[in-house]
């Protein structure tokens, strides 16, 4: 049995720029024949993004700022517009105000923390119940997290408890859902040179302890990612729901 996406169609969130882990589930999924929508966060963004939605033929690229709901319904319509089902949705996502991230999470302020909580974890759930109807054939909902939701990791910071909470989000949807043939799972890459990363204080350390540590030697890939939420939204994975799926070249296991 191949790893093939012939027929499916669904949606990416999050790509910034060709280095954006978003980007490289698109690549991955595109190759596997998946037809795509793709969202830009703004018109500042629109530039950085159309030609890499272009790269993937995508057929739906319309804007998405996740906080405001109605461009999120603005981009489930036009998927129902035009292919009148979806298979799946990525969401790649995660936003904290850059003082609190570099900041300890005691002395987070309850706006900031309820708008990165928002943003990063409650708009995975928003985006759930807007999928929910489209998948009529079942379907496929992935999002991504880092270990620093499992285990306190330097600098991470804030972005561990509301990484947490979005992988408890996984588990619930995938109780609630399953019922539908719906599967909901979180793929949890280690540290990669990503726009959003680049705001986490002294990363360049996340990267080295990584390279070293790992059991492979190495970093994962974006690419590697997108061959991870390929298979997590073929029929390969039918029986696989509620779980975190670790593309880090095996750092989690390590000491």
């Known amino acids: ?56 033929n995508a057929k739906i690229f319309v804007p998405c700022n996740v906080v405001r709901q109605n461009e999120l319904e603005q981009l489930f319509k036009a998927a ?24 300890r999470v005691v002395d987070s302020t309850p706006e900031g923390f309820s708008k990165a909580m928002d943003i990063s974890c409650h708009s995975f759930i ?14 496929s909902m992935i999002t991504m997290s880092y270990y620093g939701a499992e285990k306190v990791v330097d600098h991470y910071n804030m972005m561990g408890p509301i990484k947490a909470a979005l992988e408890s989000s996984v588990r619930y949807l995938a109780a609630e859902l399953g019922e539908h043939n719906i599967r909901v799972n979180c793929v949890s890459p280690g540290p990669m040179m990503t726009r959003a990363a680049s705001g986490i204080d002294q990363f360049n350390k996340l990267v080295e302890s990584a390279e070293t540590q790992s059991p492979l030697q190495r970093l994962g890939t974006t690419e590697e990612v997108g061959n991870m939420a390929a298979f997590l939204i073929s029929p390969l994975s039918s029986a696989i729901t509620g779980g975190v799926h670790y593309v880090d070249a095996g750092h989690h296991i390590m000491a």
Not at 19 to 26: P, Q, R
Not at 37 to 46: F, G, L, P
Not at 87 to 94: E, G, L, M, P
Not at 126 to 139: I, S
């Open 1 to 56: 049995m191949s790893l093939s996406l012939e027929g499916k169609k669904g949606i990416v969130v999050g790509v910034a720029n060709e280095n954006s882990i978003a980007f490289g589930c698109a690549k991955a999924l595109h190759e596997a024949g998946a037809e795509i929508a793709m969202t830009y966060q703004n018109e500042k963004a629109r530039p950085y993004v159309e030609p890499l939605a272009k790269a993937v």
């Open 80 to 103: 129902e517009e035009t292919w009148g089902k979806i298979d799946f949705v990525i969401h790649s996502i995660a936003w904290s105000p850059i003082d609190e991230l570099h900041g």
């Open 126 to 139: 928003r985006m759930a119940k807007l999928a929910e109807p489209l998948m009529k054939d079942g379907g």
